[in-house]
């Protein structure tokens, strides 16, 4: 049982007020490393109140915010019962997937060989999908389109190409990223490959359809329930 806690002591808290000061307090955007923490949230069935942090009125610049989180980035939570029943406030994305898997003992292998491996491709997530995803979005959908040397936009490209084809690879005959076994692994992945070819429009410049497991990992996984609802959390305010 959740017991009530005063969150007071987070300043964040005076920017979004917790209505539900026992649940898990998410700070976030529907962005792909944002709806690592949500769907994660969804998945695991637990209780937690979703605050929008609103990058388009700079909440991420704000002295609240930065109490949490001092690089102002996204997704960030307070755990009201922590270890020790002690109140944990969470930055990055991999490691609130991490603490929320250890918490629960789910999405992630008991078994130490497993494990590891699980953590393995959450970390090549974080290192390398997550950023030249990233960086090929901003060259070729957004302000980086303009510049005329396309050397930079060629080399996020054929990164990308490579990240998704080390993916494939990984898929084949497999469910799963860890076998039949959906876990933080494959959150970890969601979010990017998704906006890869959804936001970003980048599916053709990387050959997407071309690949033969990672298009089927992504549609069975984005029908999952719980995914369905953490993409959209948090929502907009009206």
């Not at 002690?86 to 130490?112: H, M, N, Q």
Request: net charge neutral; no cysteine; charged share 30%.
């Amino acid at each position: 049982m959740r017991r009530m806690t005063n969150l007071d002591a987070f300043a964040i808290t005076k920017r979004w007020p917790a209505k539900h000061p026992d649940r898990i307090q998410l700070y976030s955007l529907t962005t792909p490393n944002g709806v690592k923490a949500s769907i994660a949230l969804e998945e695991l069935e637990l209780p937690y109140e979703a605050h929008y942090a609103d990058f388009g009125k700079d909440d991420q610049k704000t002295p609240e915010f930065r109490s949490l989180n001092p690089y102002g980035k996204i997704p960030a939570i307070i755990d009201p019962n922590g270890p020790g029943g002690k109140p944990l406030p969470l930055f990055e994305s991999g490691a609130i997937l991490l603490y929320l898997a250890e918490e629960t003992g789910r999405l992630l292998p008991r078994d130490p060989p497993r494990r590891a491996e699980t953590i393995q491709w959450l970390f090549f997530q974080m290192a390398g999908i997550g950023p030249m995803f990233g960086q090929l979005g901003y060259f070729h959908k957004f302000a980086g389109r303009e510049i005329e040397d396309k050397r930079p936009l060629e080399r996020y490209r054929d990164e990308t190409k490579r990240l998704l084809a080390v993916m494939d690879e990984r898929l084949n005959g497999r469910e799963w990223i860890m076998d039949d076994e959906f876990t933080i692994a494959d959150i970890g992945m969601l979010g990017p490959v998704r906006n890869l070819i959804g936001f970003y429009d980048a599916g053709e410049i990387v050959e997407f359809d071309k690949l033969k497991n990672v298009p089927r990992w992504l549609e069975q996984g984005l029908a999952r329930p719980a995914v369905q609802r953490g993409v959209k959390i948090p929502a907009r305010p009206a």
